[in-house]
């Protein structure tokens, strides 16, 4: 696995609400080498999750680039940001809810990121039976979603980012709700997948998932302060 | 007035999981409590339990010389609560979420107005009391869910992260707000990961998975 | 690729949504399949019943071919026969040989039917004797010996076919001789002889012979008649009406033209009779008429279930868009993405196409053996397969677009909605262009006079959906303001109720949309009971007034038998049972004639209060009411006073006409002389009573002389006990006598005088002027119909003998129960006097009301009355209950039905799917002490306000439509009376708001209690939603 390069330049991201002006991002730079880990940290509203949903496509900055693997997702066609989330980034999101298919039982939420890979690659992927054994999860593999737990919902969410094999791994405070245990279990899976060479930018609350990773940003009122 | 609220060796275990184990807090009238923690450390689960919204499996919840739980009567009058994900009423404009306070209390209409309208300006929201909920910015309801909490002078004030998404300047003007609720009396106890709003507190409990690490 | 089996999942996780859209979805392919299954079905009933109720011989066909015997004229027929084929798949032919022989009885000159039918002994009750089998051999009715005197043995002589004059054969060697060998009574209504004149007996007039049932021969018989005869064979076709499906009717009518033209194509005068043709062709038209109103019907409930489906489907793929997020989130393509998106509708879709044709077929099958022709086949055929499909079409339409939104949506937009759908502003311009396209449907409709009165359109059918959808789309767009304008005046109200409702329906206007439908929904519903029950309540009438009472028998009395009276017999008091008689006057009036039981009328006959001007009870009195009283004689002698007023010419005798035990007889009076005198005669035999029937002023010596003069009657004295005693009657009350009809020209008055009467009178041609006392009330009081009387300065009524009796249209009759418009009504016991012998002409009938016994007709068949056939209103109302107007209405009825399960299972999606965002709001104002009571109260209120606005605008437009549009809608087939009412059937209307309110009500104050009960406080710990 090929880790791929992020690097943003004077990222700028500007909302509209009521006539007011909200700054999202004031101008962000940021480098970040393939396969090294890096944790977002800040405040609620500080524009992290900003700069995750602009690294993942899902929206557009104001002004700025923003570069994975040398390709500038600002300036992408949606069909060619669809087949680069296939293909590359996986993108775990805040909530379980929205990243896993609620009627689908755990090995067919992995089955479903997996079929999204183009077929060429498709076929070197791990089996979901293997992937979800590998993340402790092999016990629900075939469980409801509803009988999983919080923890193991979010261990799976994480599972489901992974299983593509991207080059860049996307993820949005995966320990949030999780006890003790449960984080060490997240953490260990974002080192693993940290070392078998992918990139990894996760946006966290937990000093401990930053003391674990490569790199830890602070950000605050849309700046990098640290 | 309610002289204090406390938790007596409470224990809350939700889906399987301890979510708070043997946590004693007692918080004071005319003081703010502090609840800081990770994230999952069950600063929310305390505040909702504190607010009688979520049942304890053990210990118990104390208001004064009341133990109080989801099916006690005639705490809501007595209690503001701002809570995460706000719990306005997305039907009703700012203003009016703040209103129904007053309004539930029986009070006349112009004393309804107002005094939401006092407590709508104290958070910075003097222009925007007409607009539905939706058309505010997550700092904005934020705002509209404390100043619907203190509107009705209540005995007890219980806050989840009041201040999470707010900028500097504003998160000071709450926090002077909710000083002030402390100062007339009121038990004032908020769940933050914020440093600067624990710093204003006069306690601070840190929770770390569930149990009480300091306070 | 997303899978089949995760579709599945899927559709099973939103089992909610899932089970709506098929729901909806099956009863949308329902609704278009049910049209076409349910036209087709109606078409066959209609087919049916036409077929069943024409006659045996208007759907059947009659050959006939006359010859002299020595030809075989029957062989020769079925030679014909052969080589045309059968003219219906199922035949069932009669073949006879026939030919009327003149002979004479007791009574006179006298013609009856000779025939041989094949198997005519089969449908003949024999009563004495044995069916002919030599060629000698008759068979003749117990009637007919008793008016002949002919019995078993008997020889009867005379001449065959129009060749006598009077029983002497105008050709040597022409006559016939038959011998009785048996007797049969007459039989009751049978198919098998195929409307025959077969047994008719009634008097002869002047120059005719009296008429006598049927005489049976073997075929030998007939075969052997003189040679002279001209012998008609006849082949009768019976069409058995179960055999005809819609599939067979054009190769019937093309078979039965080829049989016909065929068989007349010779030049032998071969003649193939039938009214098939008719038949059909009124059954075809009856069948557009009801293809119509099916086609309207359909298209308005498919368009609306179309609408639901829509709202339905956005609904559904609204629960999806979270999964199509994650889907580009993922990375999935365009196509994928479509298919994630649209999988599910899809399958619903199509699974809903076997189960709405199954539910269509359930539908038109139970419908079916709840109103058509018993034994109507329900067959799902092409159409119906295309109305599926093409319901399949529109709902992957709706799909596609209700998709579209979802799937171009960004996926963190996706992520920010509250999950609450606002109508988007296509889905506005949408309803404005209902709204708008059905206000200028409906003006055009209306300018162009589509609502007259005892219209065939269709058209009319359409105009209630366009009113109610106008009215609820403008209605509820009014609601939204009114509460917008109240929105300030609850502000900061301490009565959280009030003000919340307001706030809910002024800033959801989602479900307005919804409140529109189900106004709709209601209106259409109103319209549909409003005017089943209308129209239920004119066929009703109508059947009732066709029938004339509950159960009318077709009865048949042998010789002159008082039908009253032995009617009188099975019930004296005439309570349940009232004879009746219907005639058609040999002249002076139009129209039928009904005599009836006057005293039985008012409670057997049905009666509307706009029959007559007069009450039926009323109108019973005018036409019956007492007979003046009879003149009785008891002492031993009997006189007038008399003043002859002007000498009678040439005449000086009097007498009197008097009844006693030896029947009547004539006392002389003595000469008359000037001046007021008392003339006497002995009375004969008088001690047990004598009646005084009349004044005979005879000619004198001179036969056929003219006779004119005047008498004034002043006193009529019976002798007893040694002296004179006046009798105590008004001799001068009107109508109480009469001068006797006589052929010649005659005039005569009789002139009431305090004391007594003056009657002058002049009669000519050999006739004898006689003052009769009446014994009815003269002239006879008739209920005459809309120019009924002829001529109303001499109103009469003819009899078959040729007399014109006066009558008095004591008053009019707008319809006469059984005989509609047209029709006159007297009394029974009258007109037997007034018209001697008339019911020899008439058809007899029993009427039985509600009240009459279970074994009512088995009472009157033991009096002796053979009964032919038997009319019930129950069997009538079944037929008219089923006639392609009624089919029609039926239709749009169920579609109402149907429409408001639609609107409820929209209303119950709408909740579904609002429910969590209700519960957490209603959570979060719990939790600032709002009381739960406040919460009800706002829950119920808006639910209410939303409900009850939905249901005051779709019953007012309902009710408008029906006042409308009801008159302008076939109800029932053309023709026929009483008018048609259309007033608002109060009471139904009732009892549906009723239960509509109550429907409501607990529906608002059910969904309100449920979603409070979902409100806990613990819900704010989880995500908003």
Known sequence: MTGLDVRVEALEMVYEVDGEQVHALRGVDLEIAAGSSVALLGPSGSGKSSLLTLLAGLQRPTSGRALIGGQDVSAMSERALLALRAREVGVVVQGPARNLLPYANAEDNVRFAQRAVPRDRRDRLRPPADLLEQLGLGHVRRSRLGALSGGEQQRLSLAVGLAGAPGLLLADEPTSQLDALNRAHVVEMLITAAAGGTTIVVVTHDEHIASQVDRAMYLRDGEIVS | MTRFVAARSVGVVRAGRQVLDDVTVTAPAGEITAITGVSGSGKSTLIAALAALEPVTTGSIVWEDTVVGPRSRGLRHRCGLVLQGYGLVSLLSAAENVELVLQAQGLPRGEVRERAHAALVAVGLDGTGDHLV?????????????????????????????????DAATRDRVLHVLLAEARRGAVVVLATHDRSVADVADTEVVLDDGRVLLG | MPSLTLALRALWYRRGVSLAVLLVATITTAAAAAGALYQRAGGESVLRDALTAATVSTSGIEVTSADLPQNDPLGRLQKQLAKAGPPFADTRR??????????????????????????????LRITAGHCPTGPQDALISTRMMRSTGFGIGSQITGCPGAQTYFGACSQPG?????????TYALPEADPYWFDGPYFEAHSG???????????????????????TANVTAVAQYLLDPATVRLDDEARLRAQVTHFTNTLEAGQDGTRAITSLAAVLDKADADRRDLGRSVLVVTLQ??????????????????????????????????????????LEPIVLLILAVPLGLLAADVAVRLLGDAVLAPGTPVVIRTPSLLAAAGALAGGLVAAAYAGRRVLTRPVLEQWRRTGDVQPGRAGTVIEMLVGMGSLIGLVALLSRGVLHEGSHSALPLLVPLLLVVVVAVLGVRLLPAVCATLVRRTRASSRLGPFLAVRTVARRPAGLRLAALLAVAVGLATFAVDGSLVAAGNRAERASTDVGAAKVVIVRTEGTADLRRLVRRVDPDGTWAMAAELWLPFGGMRGTVLAVDSDAFPHVAHWRDDFAPLSQAKLAAAIGGPAPSRLLLTGDAVAVDLTPVTLPTPTQDVQLLVTGAHGQQTLPLGELRAGTHRYAARLPACGAGCTLDGIVVPPGGQPGADVKGALRITGIADHRAGGWQLLPVDLGAPGAWHQQLVGSPATSEVTPLPNGLTWSFSVSGGDVPVLLRSTLPWPLHVAAGNGAVMDPAFPTVANFDGLFVPIDPVTAVDVVPQQ???????????????????????????????????????????????????RTTTAQRALLDRSAPALGLLLFAFAAAAAAVLAAGATAVALYLSGRRRSFELAAMLVVGAPRRSLLAAAVGEQLLVLGTALVLGVTGGLAAALLVLPAVPELPEGGAPALRYAPHVGGLTLFLVVL?????????????????????GLLREAAP
């Open chain 3, 301 to 342: 409930l498919v368009a609306l279930a179309f609408v639901v489906l829509r709202l339905v489907v956005a609904d559904a793929s609204e629960a999806r868009g979270g999964e199509v997020a994650l889907a580009k989130l993922r990375g999935y393509g365009a196509g994928p993405t479509l298919l994630l998106g649209l």
């Open chain 3, 205 to 227: 007039n002047n120059d005719q012979p009296d008429t006598l049932d049927a005489t049976f021969l073997s075929r030998a018989g007939a075969d052997h008649l003189p040679a």
């Open chain 2, 134 to 166: 939706e058309q505010l910015s997550g700092g904005q309801q934020q705002r509209v869910a404390v100043a619907r909490a203190v509107v009705g002078r209540p005995e007890v004030l219980l806050a989840d992260e009041p201040t999470a998404e707010l």
């Open chain 3, 997 to 1017: 309110a109550t429907v409501v009500v607990v529906t608002a104050a059910g969904a309100a209690l449920g979603l409070l009960r979902q409100a806990r406080p």
């Open chain 3, 94 to 123: 009669v073949l006879s040989l026939q030919n009327s022989l003149d002979t004479g009885g007791k009574q006179g000159p006298a013609r009856t039917r000779l025939l041989w039918r094949e198997g005519a002994c089969e449908h």
């Open chain 3, 174 to 182: 022409g006559s016939v001789r038959v011998r009785v060998v048996g």
């Open chain 3, 820 to 870: 509609g418009r047209e029709s006159s009504l007297v009394d029974l016991d009258f007109v037997r006097i007034a018209l001697p012998r008339f019911e020899e002409f008439a058809t007899q009938q029993v009427w039985l009301s509600d009240a009459a016994p279970r074994d009512a007709v088995e009472r009157l068949r033991a009096t002796g009355l053979q009964i032919v056939d038997t």
